[in-house]
Nanobody, 125 residues
Framework: QVQLVESGGGLVQPGGSLRLACAGS????????FAWFRQAPGKEREGVSC????????YHADSVKARFTISRDSAKNTVYLQMNSLKPEDTAVYYC??????????????????WGHGTRVTVSS
């Protein structure tokens, strides 16, 4: 019923940009907080960016602040992650997650009920 599908990943050179998309179906996007998580090889999953439903406030991990932007288009049931000035350390599988909540969190991973299957981002020369 509820489904999240990520897209937009790929291979990019350092300093390049990518835009990830998370398309939701089976629910009204406006009631949900969304977050992007990533998991690099051999590392734990970490929060990247999230957006709240209450006021549209956004939050970013320190490692991506000023480089990444999360946004939402409720009419299209889609959340985006614009990634600029990409670095090799950004290489990971990126996951979209959602929870029916007014607020988002980058640390409380277990709160997110719905997850996509991930899209791979590789930053390499």
């Amino acid at each position: 019923q509820v489904q999240l599908v990520e897209s937009g990943g790929g291979l990019v050179q350092p300093g390049g940009s990518l835009r990830l998309a998370c398309a939701g179906s089976g629910f009204s996007l406006g009631y949900y907080a969304f977050a992007w998580f990533r998991q690099a090889p051999g590392k734990e999953r970490e929060g990247v960016s999230c957006i709240s439903t209450s006021d549209g406030a956004t939050y970013h991990a320190d490692s991506v602040k000023a480089r990444f932007t999360i946004s939402r288009d409720s009419a299209k049931n889609t959340v985006y992650l614009q990634m600029n000035s990409l670095k090799p350390e950004d290489t990971a599988v990126y996951y979209c997650a959602a929870v029916k909540s007014l607020y988002c969190s980058l640390s409380l991973i277990s709160a997110y009920r719905y997850w996509g299957h991930g899209t791979r981002v590789t930053v390499s020369s």
